[in-house]
Structures are given as C-alpha cells and as structure tokens.
C-alpha cells in the first residue's frame, strides 16, 4: 500500500524557517516525479516545485525560487522541502505527492498540469508575526 506523510509544518514568524518532510512507504522500484504543492484559504492549489528521481532534474515556481529547497534521503525514502525567508503569502496547506516518471514531460509541466497518482494529507504551514 502506497503512503505518503508529509511532517513539519507549524506556526513561525516572517523571515523564518521550517523543513517539511514527506516519508514514502509501498512504492515499487523505479524512477518518479515528487512535487510540493500548497493551497491557501480561498486559493486555488499551487505547484512549487517538483523534481525527477532519474535526472535530479527541478523546476520552482518563481514565487518560491531561491527561498525553498527540495531534498531526498533515499535511505530514509524521504523527501524535504527547506523554506527559507517564509512570507505570510506562504502560508498554506503543504502536499507532497509522487507520480511515475513520464520522460517526455518536463517537470515544470508536472506542476502546471497537477494530476499525480499519490499524494499526503497535508501539513499546515502558518507564516505569521
């Protein structure tokens, strides 16, 4: 059975820092596309980045690029999202969801069209002073 668990989400000031973490479990050999996506209250979801485990290949939205990183601890099949320099406008639901790799498909286009096989349940992220 397949599972995702993201974990870290939680309440820090502006200008703070947090890591979210989404632990894997059930998944087969092979090669994938993790993202993050978040949604704000009222707000559609969001793609922030998404990255490949074949090429290491990523892309971040603009609107997260140089504040936030994403990692992978393969013997920990964990995936991180570093946040760095958090703004109120970051505040958020955080997903972590994985999809099978389609080689054709640019990372960027994962996030624009959205649609991945497996995704957690969300850890809430609140930016705020």
């Known amino acids: 059975q397949v599972q995702l668990v993201e974990s870290g989400g939680g309440l820090v000031q502006p200008g703070g820092s947090l890591r979210l973490s989404c632990a894997a479990s059930g998944f087969t050999s092979g090669y994938y596309a993790i993202a993050w996506f978040r949604q704000a209250p009222g707000k559609e979801r969001e793609g922030i980045v998404c990255t490949s485990t074949s090429d290491s290949s990523t892309y971040y939205a603009d609107s997260v690029k140089g504040r936030f990183t994403i990692s992978r601890d393969n013997t920990k099949n964990t995936v991180y999202l570093q946040m760095n320099s958090l703004k109120p406008e970051d505040t958020g639901v955080y997903y972590c969801?994985?999809?099978?790799?389609?080689?054709?498909?640019?990372?960027?286009?994962?996030?624009?069209?959205?649609?991945?096989?497996?995704w957690g349940q969300g850890t809430q992220v609140t930016v705020s002073s």
């Open positions: 969801a994985v999809d099978r790799l389609i080689y054709s498909r640019t990372m960027k286009e994962y996030l624009i069209i959205g649609s991945f096989d497996y």
